[in-house]
């Protein structure tokens, strides 16, 4: 089958079932294969000339606009809706029959399993986390989300979660409205790295996190939830210390 993916954590997820596409996004760090444009702004010509029997697309991740144009084109698209890490699976499932793949669902850890995410001076209220996606202005991540649903899987709380906006955005006087013991800068989408933390000290501690691990869904996820949980409980015990190899990858080459 001849699968183009538009979504980097489908275009990873494929790879691992032995499916590479013919093409993905620029952003799916493929450099061996053609990219097609962006995750927001693909070529849909480019598409079209290259005769997929099927584009695989993410509801949270794609447009509307392109899933439109793609459809009106002539060509089969899978369209995924991944907001939540309940989603993961029977949506992989999903895509693993529409692609032929042979998938069986390895299970998440037990919550028991995952590190106890504490407050360094003890007591039983959750650790608030504040993870700015975006800078200038300042946005983060709302409950219908797939990150923030991993954090609370976690056994954490996501600052600014209960806003009506999935990816809100937020000024000084939000920031200062809400408790928040840690602060977790995500390599992407914005990619916060070392020179650029200084900024964020005044709203809690900082802890540079590997954002694949945290916002990309598919056959990572169960090792990424307990990578995430690994990495927050040593933000909370001792110095900030580096990202995950990937994430500090990518933060190195900004």
Known sequence: MRVISLVPSATETLAAWGIDPVACTRYCER????????TKNPDIAAIAELAPDLVVVDREENRRPDYDALVAAGIEVEALHIASLDDVEPELLRLARRVGADWRPEPLPSQSQLPPLRHRGGGDERVRVFVPIWRRPFMSIGAPTYGASLLAYCGLEVAFADRPDPYPTLDEADLASEPIDLVLASTEPYPWHRRNLDELDA???????????????GTRTPAAVRRVADAVAQALSGPTPPAGPAGEARAGAQ
């Open 203 to 217: 709203y809690g501690p900082v802890h540079l996190i590997d954002g694949q691990d945290l916002f990309w869904w």
């Open 31 to 38: 450099p061996d294969l053609p990219h097609v444009g962006g």
